[in-house]
C-alpha cells in the first residue's frame, strides 16, 4: 500500500455557512484520492430515511444491479424477478383470508411481505413458477392443494398490483414463455424495499447538502431471511425522540442530545428496554425484561449471538422444543415458531420466551400461545407474557434503558469509531469489537454467511474503498468528510479513478479537518455528497464498465439545512 505524499488543496469555500474544503491526495503508489469535507453548525443536521418518488426507476436500477452481480458469479444467462414489498405492510391473514401462512418448518408468518417472499422463493425452488406471455403462473401438481391456494391469491395480488416482474439483462426482451430454469430462489429473487436516489432527494427537497449514512441490506446474503427485503436499513436510528430502529449489533453510533450537542458512543440491545402496549384503549405499557444472545426466561437473540463463544455465526436460534420465539423488525412482529431453529434477519431479531415465562391462562392452538383479549398479562416470575392476540393487537416501541441516555433526539449507528478524544481508535480488533463478521469460506467449501455487511473489507489499515466518515471538531460543531474510490470490480484505472481509502486513512483525514470525534458510516458504492444542489463528485458505482458511472440508491441521509 501506497504512502501519502501531499495533500492538494483545489478549493475551499463558504457557501450559506456550510464550508466545504474539496482536494487530492496522490499515493507513491502513483494513485490518488480526491476528497471532500463539508463543516456545518451543530444545529443544521437533520437524520431521515427516504424513498424513491416514483417505483419504475427503481425497479430498473436494481434489476440491473442484480443481473450484474449474477453474471460476476459466472452465471452465463441470469434472470432477476424482482417483486415491490409492501411500504404499509399488512397482517397476511387480511391479505391473503383463507390460505395458510404457516411454513414447512411451522413459522406461522404474520406479515403480508414475508409471506410473499416465502411464497416466491419456495415455488422457485421446487421448480413451479412460470412466465408465459406476459403472465405470472404457478404450475403445482393437483395433490397440493394449499400450495395451490396461497400461489393463486399471491400472484392474482402481486400482478393486480403490478408488484412482480422480470429482468433478462440490458436491452433483452422478455421471453414468451421462461420456465425460469435456473433461477436462484434466495440471489436471483429479490424482494426490494424503500430506498430511492440522493439527486431525485435534492430536487425536489433544495437541501443545502445531503450525504449517506447508514448501512442497508444490499448483497443477496443481506436478505436470506424471508423477512428482509434489499434496501431496508438496520441498526439503531433515532428520529424526534423516537427509536424507530433498536441497536441490534453492538456498534458507536452518533447521536444528538436535548441540548442540541452530538456525541459518539457504542449502544447495543442491553441499552434498551422493550415496551408492549395493548391494543385495547385501556391497555397500560408494559416493560419487558429479557437477556442478550444467552438462555433465559426471555431471550433476544441477533445473528452475533453464537460469535463470542463458538466463533461463527449460527443464524438460528438454539433448538429447544419448550421455548415460543418471535421475529421482529424494527417496530413489527412477523411471526411466531415454538420449538427453537427459528431463523435470525440479519435486521432483525428473535424474542424467545420459555414456556414458563407465558401465562398459565393461555391455550394452545395450532401449536401456537393463544392469549386472550387481554394481550398482555403478567405470568408467575413477573414476567411479561406474549401470544399471537399481543403481536397482532399490540404495539412494540423500545425506551433507554440508562439515564445518561434518556433525551436523545436524532442517533445514527454504524461503525467502526475512527476517533476518540483527538486520537484514532482503529485497531486489529476494532471490527470485531463491534460485531463486525463478514462472510467466511468454510473447510468444505461452502460459505458462512456473516453479519451485516456481509460484504465488508475485514480490515482497517489495508483495503482502500470509498469512505465516508462523520466528526465532531472541538467547538462540538460537525463536519463529514469523503474519500472517493471506484467499485471497479478488478479493471481499475489508477490513473482514472480515485483509489479511496483505508479505514485509517479516512481517520487521518478527519483530524486533518479538525475532527477530534470520529464515526464511520457507511461508503463504496454508497459514497454519495450534494452541495448547493450540485454532486461534489463522481459516484464510484462502474457496474464492471469502467469510465460508465451508476449512482446507487440508499434509503437514509444526513441532511444540512
Known amino acids: ?102 411454513s414447512d418448518d411451522g413459522e406461522v408468518i404474520y406479515s403480508s411481505n414475508s409471506l410473499i417472499t416465502y411464497t416466491l422463493r419456495q415455488l422457485l425452488a421446487r421448480g413451479w413458477l412460470r412466465f408465459q406471455a406476459g403472465v405470472w403462473q404457478a404450475d403445482i401438481p393437483a395433490a397440493q392443494t394449499s400450495w395451490r391456494q396461497r ?19 440490458p436491452g433483452q426482451p422478455l421471453p414468451e ?28 427537497e433544495s437541501p443545502l ?48 442530545l436535548e441540548d442540541g450537542s452530538w456525541d459518539i458512543g457504542m449502544f447495543g440491545l442491553e441499552d434498551i428496554e422493550l415496551v408492549f402496549t395493548p391494543g385495547a384503549p385501556a391497555g397500560q405499557p408494559l416493560i419487558l425484561p429479557f437477556v442478550v444472545d444467552q438462555p433465559g426466561p426471555v431471550t433476544l437473540y441477533s445473528r452475533r449471538w453464537a460469535i463470542a463463544g463458538q466463533n461463527q455465526v449460527i443464524g438460528f436460534t438454539p433448538a ?73 393487537t399490540g404495539r412494540l416501541s423500545y425506551r433507554w434503558r ?22 484514532s481508535v482503529l485497531g486489529d480488533s476494532s471490527l470485531a469489537e463491534e460485531s463486525f463478521w463478514v462472510d467466511r469460506n468454510a473447510a468444505d ?4 454467511v456473516g453479519v451485516v455487511p456481509s460484504e465488508y473489507p475485514d480490515d482497517v489499515d489495508k483495503t482502500r474503498a470509498g469512505r465516508v466518515g462523520i466528526g465532531i471538531d472541538g467547538n462540538g460543531q460537525l463536519l463529514v468528510a469523503i474519500m472517493m474510490g471506484a467499485e471497479t470490480w478488478g479493471i481499475k484505472h489508477p490513473e482514472l479513478d480515485s483509489a479511496g481509502a483505508t479505514l485509517v486513512e479516512l481517520a487521518d483525514l478527519m483530524l486533518e479537518m479538525g475532527a477530534v470525534q470520529a464515526l464511520n458510516l457507511d461508503g463504496g458504492g454508497s459514497s454519495h455528497m450534494f452541495y448547493i444542489g450540485g454532486a461534489t463528485f463522481v459516484p464510484g458505482n462502474r457496474l464492471g464498465l469502467q469510465t460508465v458511472h451508476y449512482e446507487r440508491m440508499i434509503p437514509s441521509v444526513g441532511v444540512v439545512a
Open 445 to 448: 467449501g461452502s460459505i458462512q
Open 151 to 169: 400461489a393463486s391469491s399471491i400472484l392474482d395480488f402481486l400482478q393486480s398490483h403490478n408488484r412482480l416482474h422480470l429482468y433478462a439483462g
Open 320 to 392: 429447544d422444543a419448550a421455548r415460543h420465539e418471535f421475529t421482529i423488525v424494527d417496530r413489527q412482529v412477523l411471526s411466531y415458531k415454538r420449538g427453537g431453529g427459528l431463523e435470525i434477519p440479519q435486521n432483525g431479531m428473535i424474542l424467545s420466551f420459555a414456556h414458563e415465562a407465558l401465562t398459565a391462562h393461555g391455550q394452545a392452538a395450532h401449536g401456537q400461545a393463544a392469549l386472550g383479549q387481554a394481550a398482555l398479562g403478567q405470568a408467575a416470575h413477573g414476567q411479561a407474557a406474549l401470544g399471537q392476540a399481543a403481536l397482532e
Open 177 to 204: 414463455h421462461d420456465d425460469l430454469a435456473g433461477v436462484h430462489p434466495l440471489q436471483d429473487l429479490i424482494p426490494l424495499d424503500r430506498l430511492g436516489y440522493v439527486r431525485e432527494y435534492v430536487w425536489y
Open 1 to 102: 500500500m501506497g504512502t501519502k505524499n501531499y495533500t492538494d488543496l483545489k478549493h475551499d469555500i463558504t457557501v450559506a455557512g456550510i464550508d466545504k474544503v474539496q482536494g487530492r491526495r496522490r499515493w507513491s503508489d502513483g494513485g490518488f484520492t480526491d476528497f471532500v469535507c463539508l463543516h456545518f453548525d451543530h444545529n443544521r443536521l437533520t437524520l431521515r430515511d427516504i424513498d424513491q418518488r416514483h417505483p419504475e426507476p427503481k425497479i430498473h436500477s436494481l434489476a440491473h444491479l442484480r443481473y450484474v452481480k449474477a453474471l460476476g458469479y459466472g452465471r452465463e444467462r441470469p434472470r432477476i424477478v424482482l417483486w415491490q414489498r409492501l411500504y404499509e405492510d399488512r397482517p397476511a391473514h387480511i391479505l391473503f383470508p383463507g390460505i395458510s401462512n404457516e
Open 209 to 256: 447538502a445531503v450525504f449517506n449514512t447508514t448501512y442497508f441490506l444490499l448483497e443477496h446474503n443481506d436478505f436470506i431471511s424471508h423477512h428482509s427485503g434489499l434496501g431496508q436499513p438496520y441498526n439503531m436510528f433515532v428520529s424526534d425522540g423516537v427509536i424507530q430502529r433498536p441497536p441490534l449489533y453492538r456498534r458507536s453510533a452518533l447521536y444528538q
Open 402 to 423: 440508562h439515564d445518561q441516555h434518556q433525551g436523545i433526539r436524532q442517533a445514527i449507528q454504524t461503525g467502526p469509531r475512527l476517533l476518540k478524544n483527538g486520537e
